[in-house]
């Protein structure tokens, strides 16, 4: 059997957690050993996503965790929510994105912009995994620019008619109801961006396996098509208005990828370390040469500096004092960091490092999504420069 | 169904324990502790055995340091329903103080079941259980791996070597669990929000001093270098000849 990941602590950082939000920590920890590392790698090279352990998710109380217990959630504080992000993505970003769907763009707009019926109605299921969400924003047009959307909903006197695409779409397949934004008023009108909650057997529904990806590869992802979807008039969640809806949840499930980024710079620094130990050249661990010590020094030096960074924006996060700018800063840093420390890795391994059976190659593979997913790098650095200037460099 | 589970803080089986300055105890820094794993067996069959009954209690009993607190809080985070502390700065060497302040605990607790790990895996002693059915003149099953419960009588399926025993008693009883029981459920995460609000009752630990003494604690050997004496078939008559003549194995 492997051994138990140990966690890389160099800075005591645990000291600054609490029993609880380690206990969580533990738990997840250890269900990602016992659970997802026997199967991951499988279900990597076969493309599928690993559903079955969606129940087991479930029970631990994985899904909207940082949501109130009234609605059938944790109840946890974003600290151990982040930490829980942490753990997943330290199994695989394809897991860790699910989780993040589920719980930060699904759950979590229900519960912000839904109407106490809707809440009621759907975050306990979701919660215990019986209904599985998506989050629709992208097109195949607008990436960056979600601004620019063109899928639209049109009021009747019966509901709503939703009409367009969406692509690169989490969960699109699996989900049993998508989160889809569209337009209401004019295709300039970024104000009439609102959200609805589409069951996706739907009439006119579909959604199409993303085919031929090289990364993200245990998560699916699809293209939604919605032609004249009829939905009744309570599919629309009564509090979103305009774009800064689907941004604020943006701003939730990228806190969740900041912490989970450095859950798989964690994998791939502890797997170089052992590599690095046990792999001898030239007569001696190839870790005794300066060359992999100074790789392995850099990446210990990134990974401490991005475990306080996440712990800090947590704290400021559970005080209701963070900042989009501010999530933006961790995003951006922590996935480049993971990547790279991913890359590193990856080269310190040699052959071996090219292989499903070792995990750098995976994360690596993953963290090029999670670096153009929720806001590209380079979108990042926009918002970091316009917060830093007071000037807009987007248009 | 009243049933309390005694459990050890140990530290983790996957950190490596450094033997401190006096070379009698086990430097505690940077060591992380643990719920003992076969105590986990017991937390989990005393939850299955209430869940099954529909009522009861689950009290687990642990006697340690203050941070055992926390040991205990994972068994209630996994369902269990109060906890005990018996505080002592040190756990005894002596099992039998150990055993003499758990049994004054238990003794009128009026439990039907008292449930141990088989051992804890720092010092292996496998003894805390038998003592305290013994002080407290109970039954006792050792390594129990299947248990069935029908009214006020037990059957208990114990591993022996190259083969199963089979043993019935009556409740109350002293069981220690091994692996193989059950599956030990994750603790969930509203389970360790709850922990917090259960209660958690701190007494201090009546010790004796004790009959024994640890004199010193060495560290395993260190394993030599292995030797690769060739590959494939061709090093089949090498390789007896070393096992015969150096290793003398054969
Ligand atoms: C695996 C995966 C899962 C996803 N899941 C979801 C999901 O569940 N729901 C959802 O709605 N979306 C999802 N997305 C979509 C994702 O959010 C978009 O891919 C992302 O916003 C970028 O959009 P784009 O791919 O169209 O790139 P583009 O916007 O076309 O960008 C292309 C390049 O241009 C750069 N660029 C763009 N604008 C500027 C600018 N103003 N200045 C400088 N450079 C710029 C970008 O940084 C990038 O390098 C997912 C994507 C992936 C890969």
């Known amino acids: 059997m492997a051994p138990k990941f140990q966690g890389v602590d160099f800075y005591d950082v645990d000291g600054l957690l609490s029993e609880e939000e380690r206990a969580v920590r533990d738990t997840v920890r250890a269900w990602v050993d016992d659970n997802l590392m026997p199967v991951i790698a499988e279900h990597y090279l076969e493309g599928r996503f690993p559903k079955h352990l969606v129940p087991q998710m479930a029970e631990l109380g994985l899904f909207g965790a940082n949501l109130p217990e009234e609605y059938g959630c944790a109840g946890l504080n974003h600290v151990a929510y982040g930490l829980i992000m942490q753990e997943l993505e330290r199994g695989d970003s394809g897991v860790r994105s699910f989780a993040s769907v589920q719980g930060a763009l699904v759950m979590y707009p229900i519960f912000a912009f839904g109407s106490e019926e809707q809440k009621r109605h759907w975050l306990p299921k979701m919660a215990a995994g019986e209904v599985i969400g998506c989050f629709g924003l992208t097109e195949p047009d607008y990436g960056s620019n979600p601004a620019g959307m063109i899928t639209t909903a049109r009021e009747t006197k019966s509901g709503w008619i939703l009409n367009g695409a969406k692509m690169w779409i989490t969960n699109g397949s699996t989900a049993h109801a998508a989160i889809i934004w569209a337009k209401t008023g004019q295709p300039d009108d970024v104000e009439s961006i609102r959200g609805f909650i589409v069951p996706t057997d739907t009439q006119g529904f579909s959604a199409k396996d993303q085919k031929g990806k090289l990364s993200l590869r245990a998560s699916d992802t699809s293209e939604l098509v919605l032609q004249d979807v009829c939905v009744p008039k309570d599919a629309v969640l009564p509090k979103s208005a305009g774009l800064k809806s689907p941004l604020l949840c943006l701003t939730q499930a990228r806190y969740g990828i900041a912490w989970g980024a450095v859950g798989a710079a964690l994998a791939c620094y502890d797997e170089a370390v052992s590599y690095a130990k046990a792999r001898v050249m030239f007569g001696k661990p190839i870790g005794a040469f300066q060359l992999q010590q100074a790789r392995l020094a850099e990446m210990l030096t990134e990974i401490t500096k991005a475990q306080l960074l996440c712990l800090q924006l947590g704290r400021l996060k559970d005080q209701g004092k963070v900042t989009p700018q501010q999530v933006s800063l961790a995003k951006r840093n922590n996935v480049s960091m993971a990547t790279d420390v991913a890359r590193e890795t990856r080269r310190l391994l040699g052959a071996n490092g090219i292989l499903a059976e070792y995990q750098a190659m995976r994360h690596l593979a993953n963290l090029e999504s999670v670096y153009t997913y929720e806001g590209t790098h380079d979108i990042h650095t926009l918002i970091l420069g316009q917060e830093i200037t007071g000037l807009n460099a987007f248009n | ?250």
């Open chain 2, 1 to 250: 169904m009243k049933i309390a589970v005694c459990v050890k803080r140990v530290p983790d089986s996957e950190t490596r324990v450094k033997i401190a300055s006096d070379g009698k105890s086990l430097d505690e820094t940077g060591v992380k502790f643990i719920l003992n794993p076969y105590d986990e067996f017991a937390v989990e069959e005393a939850l299955r055995r209430k869940e099954q009954a529909g009522s009861g209690e689950v009290v687990v009993v642990s006697l340690g340091p203050a941070a055992a607190q926390e040991t205990i809080r994972t068994a209630l985070a996994m369902g269990a329903d109060r906890g005990v502390l018996l505080e002592a700065d040190r756990v005894p060497v002596d099992g039998l103080e150990v055993a003499k302040a758990l049994a004054a605990e238990l003794k009128n607790g009026g439990y039907d079941l008292i449930l141990f790990g088989k051992m804890a895996i720092d010092d292996y002693n496998h003894q805390v259980g038998p003592m305290v059915a013994e002080l407290l003149d109970l039954p006792c099953v050792t390594a129990v791996a299947h248990l069935d419960i029908a009214g006020q009588r037990g059957t208990a399926e114990r591993e022996i070597e190259g083969g199963v025993e089979t043993v019935e008693f009556p409740l109350p009883a002293v069981l220690t669990t091994d692996k193989g029981l059950n599956e030990p459920r994750y603790p969930a995460l509203k389970g360790i929000m709850a922990a917090k609000k259960k209660p958690l009752e701190l007494k201090r630990a009546a010790l004796g001093a004790g009959g024994l003494e640890v004199l010193g604690l060495t560290p395993p050997p260190q394993r030599k270098d292995g030797k690769v004496v060739g590959e494939g078939p061709a090093a089949v008559p090498e390789l007896l000849r070393l096992l015969r003549e150096e290793a003398k194995v054969l």
